[in-house]
């Protein structure tokens, strides 16, 4: 996917990169309306994307760029300050902070990227989420207690749930074209992002034991501290 | 309550001495403007200076009328400093409502070097109130949906502040304070700093917003005219100032604070009638020509930005 000459190496925020009856909005970019002309809103460079058969017009999109490495806290690249939200869907890695009867309070610290590249965007700080006890597991979900699934402090694996997703759309229509397809986000309740490990890969990838060893997953349940031997019960999450 | 724990100055003033033969060789030549009428005082801006925060910048206005150093150690003709830092896009705390847009709130302080009287740590109501404008020209541009459930802080702090008299005027008590004219000149640098700060940190606008300050101005023999980006030492009386936070793709304007009535300059030279638009207009072309500096710094910090990440991420050389 060659950038055609028209599209400019470099975009900043106001700049038009096309009119709207030949591309489609993608991240990055907005929808000016009266203009019906495709702006960027973040700098960086313009990648076009083209469209599955049935959308004819190939999408704009301006990937969001990390600070470069020197400025970074920790000298790999994907680090950085700026927060990615996660997104309906996006696979996330949270850290267990509270254990309750009716749902577990975890911190989102990294987000999958959605590019099919795999990697994880760092979260420069810690998004909250809950992890609800019907969304634990799939099977038999009356029957889950949450604190045999998970221990403060245990690393977890988990979804982004799209359930309570909702239509961004702007009250004067000037961005909202873009924002339909850009933006779906679960806003879950007013502070959280609600999360499930209702998944075989999903559930907690890291813990430790009581006596504070690393422990192995030894079943779809069970952890084992591989010094003392003794088993933990855990939602345990299937090794890819 | 005095502080305890930290080494402060002294609160009051701290102007040095200033000698007899020294004052009066300064009071020969009073600061004049030696810029062109709609010509702006050079602006240094740079993006990405503060390491930990997630978009940063620092801009610089040149002093009007550079005086030789060796006239005297003080005098220095005043130079605007600012330095911006965006923190976020973050959660909200726990205890606040939800916010289906970005939250934004801005915060200015004014170093206590930052004029010739020194100023305390608590922030004032000149403070506060630099801070709302700035809000209010920011929130225009940014594409809030974008980031529910979040904020983001933007915190400038003006290193060195526009004095409102020089020091070659009066010694008085109170010359050497910021406020009034220097306000709107930093409020100019301000909007123009953070549209870079918050572009850097990634966060979605919808145009780059850029201040320009114009003033009418009473000129000894002509009468008033408007001059961009006024420099309040350099001049005289200024009669009626205009700040503006203006989008030049859309040609739409978040912010306008005038200050002072024009029909002020119209009482003395009632055949030369100024009026406000014209006012508003040069404002305008002051805030374009920003605009100029405030992309060339984007583009190079994002080149910067997109080779880096070129390197980093595979996927995207391949592209």
């Known amino acids: 996917m060659a950038a055609p000459t028209s599209l400019p190496p470099i975009a900043y925020p106001g700049l038009p990169l096309g009119p709207s009856t030949a591309y489609t909005p993608g991240p990055g970019t907005h929808l000016h309306a009266p203009s019906s002309t495709i702006h960027a809103s973040l700098a960086g460079r313009p990648v076009l994307t083209p469209q599955k058969p049935p959308a004819s017009n190939p999408t704009i999109s301006i990937p969001r760029l990390l600070p470069p490495p020197a400025r970074a806290p920790v000298p790999s690249a994907n680090v950085g300050n700026t927060n990615t939200l996660p997104r309906v869907g996006s696979v996330v890695l949270c850290r267990v902070v509270r254990v309750r009867t009716r749902q577990v309070d975890v911190v989102m610290l990294a987000v999958g990227r959605e590019d099919g590249g795999g990697g994880e965007d760092v979260c420069g700080d810690e998004w909250q989420a809950v992890v609800r006890k019907e969304d634990v597991r799939a099977t ?15 690393v977890v694996r988990g979804v982004v749930l799209g359930t309570m997703s909702m239509w961004l759309f702007n009250d004067d229509g000037d961005v909202g074209g873009a924002m339909a397809d850009v933006v779906q986000i679960s806003l879950g309740d007013q502070s959280n992002y609600y999360l499930s490990t209702a998944r075989n890969e999903l559930g907690v990838i890291m813990a430790r034991s009581e006596a504070g060893n690393t422990m ?25 | 309550m005095t502080d305890r724990r930290r080494i402060n100055g002294p609160l009051g003033g701290t102007a040095p001495p200033v000698f007899v033969s020294s004052l009066t060789s300064k009071t020969t030549s009073p600061a004049k403007r030696t810029r062109a009428p709609d010509e702006l005082r050079k602006i240094f801006l ?56 970005l939250l934004l709130s801005t915060r200015i302080k004014f170093a206590p070097f930052a004029a010739r009287q020194r100023r305390g ?23 809030g949906e974008r980031w529910p459930k979040s904020g983001i802080d933007v915190v400038i702090t003006v290193l060195e502040g526009e004095e409102d008299n020089s020091w070659n005027k009066g010694q008085s008590g109170e010359s050497g304070r910021t406020g009034g004219w220097g306000m709107m000149s930093i ?50 009386e200024i009669f009626a100032a205009c700040v503006i936070g203006y989008l030049q793709t859309r040609d739409e304007i978040t912010e306008l604070w005038t200050k002072r009535s024009i029909m002020a300059s119209t009482d003395d030279n009632r055949a030369n009638t100024m009026e406000f638009e014209p006012l508003v207009d040069q404002a305008v072309e002051a805030a374009v020509a920003a605009r100029l500096v405030l992309i060339e710094a984007i583009k190079e910090s994002t080149e910067v930005k997109v080779q880096t990440s070129q390197f980093g991420h595979p996927k995207n050389a391949a592209s």
Request: with cysteine; proline share 11%; net charge negative.
């Open chain 1, 140 to 154: 038999e979900k009356e029957k889950v207690v949450c604190g045999d699934g998970f221990r403060v402090g245990d």
């Open chain 1, 216 to 240: 192995v997953p030894i079943s779809w349940k069970e952890f084992r501290d591989p010094i003392t031997g003794e088993r933990e019960s855990r939602k345990v999450a299937k090794p890819f």
């Open chain 2, 46 to 101: 740079k993006t990405g200076l503060t390491p930990s925060a997630s978009g940063s910048a620092y801009f610089e206005l040149e002093p009007s009328t550079p005086t030789a150093a060796s006239e005297c150690l003080a005098s220095k003709a005043p130079a605007l400093k600012l330095t911006c830092t965006v923190h976020g896009p973050r959660p909200l705390p726990r205890s606040a409502p939800f916010s289906p847009q």
């Open chain 2, 121 to 143: 740590y608590i922030p004032n109501v000149g403070e506060r109130d630099l801070a709302a404008h700035l809000e209010t020209a920011l929130r225009g541009v940014l594409i």
């Open chain 2, 187 to 236: 409020l100019s640098g301000c909007i123009t700093v953070a549209s870079a700060a918050i572009i850097d940190a990634g966060i979605d606008c919808i145009d780059l917003v850029t201040g320009g300050v114009a003033a009418v101005v009473r000129q000894p023999t002509a009468p008033p005219q408007v001059f961009l980006d006024p420099c309040p030492s350099d001049h005289e």
